[in-house]
């Protein structure tokens, strides 16, 4: 949802026309790891990923800013619309890497990591989301509370990771907005500015 709904300052058009005008893109998403100490054991994390040149690095950040605060979440008719898209999205990728799904399916009834993966990209995700669609009028106020919960759990300082590649002598600039983003999150108030 986040990167596909209006934002305090932009429509969802303006958004998406600004972001690719200026930088590589971005994309929000979920991360599993696998931890290396215990068999069966993951790490799953809430990212957000973008890609500019030097020149561009406050334009993404502003973004990923205006992304992660200012998402109007709210917004019912726009969450159908991209609830509908992503059902035919993942309907079409179930098809087409049909034997990429089973293996999912099948490793998901023994690995919790699998599971996982599954409940996110998989049969489950599409029931999910079918579901989603199915009973949107009935259940819209529930799903756009949940979506605002979700995002105060998951959107937190103490959770703020990075990863940068990139040359280095622009790693202090994109560690400078990199604390500036972090002292900004959802809920915390822009701190240190």
């Known amino acids: 949802v986040l990167g596909y709904v209006?934002?305090?300052?932009?429509?969802?058009?303006?958004?998406f026309n600004e972001i690719n005008a200026s930088t590589g893109g971005i994309q929000c998403g979920v991360e599993v790891f696998e931890k290396a100490a215990s068999t069966g054991e993951f790490q799953a994390m809430f990212s957000i990923r973008g890609k500019a040149l030097y020149q561009k690095l406050e334009f993404l950040f502003d973004m990923m800013e205006e992304i992660l605060n200012t998402s109007k979440v709210e917004d019912t008719r726009r969450l159908y619309e991209i609830?509908?898209?992503?059902?035919?999205?993942?309907?079409?990728?179930?098809?087409?890497?049909?034997?990429?799904?089973?293996?999912?399916?099948g490793a998901s009834y023994d690995s919790p990591m699998a599971y996982f993966q599954d409940q996110m990209s998989g049969i489950g995700y599409y029931q999910f989301i079918e579901a989603a669609e199915r009973e949107f009028e009935e259940k819209k106020d529930q799903i756009v509370g949940n979506l605002k919960r979700l995002l105060r759990e998951?959107?937190?300082?103490?959770?703020?990771?990075?990863?940068?590649t990139g040359e280095k002598e622009s790693l202090s600039k994109v560690q400078q907005l990199s604390s500036k983003l972090k002292n900004c999150m959802k809920g915390e108030g822009c701190k240190g500015e």
Do not use: P, W
Request: glycine letters at 4%; aromatic letters at 10%; one cysteine or more.
């Open 6 to 15: 209006d934002t305090e300052r932009f429509t969802y058009g303006e958004l």
């Open 154 to 164: 998951i959107l937190s300082k103490d959770s703020f990771c990075i990863s940068y």
């Open 83 to 105: 609830i509908a898209q992503v059902k035919s999205r993942a309907q079409a990728n179930l098809v087409s890497a049909g034997h990429s799904t089973a293996v999912l399916r």
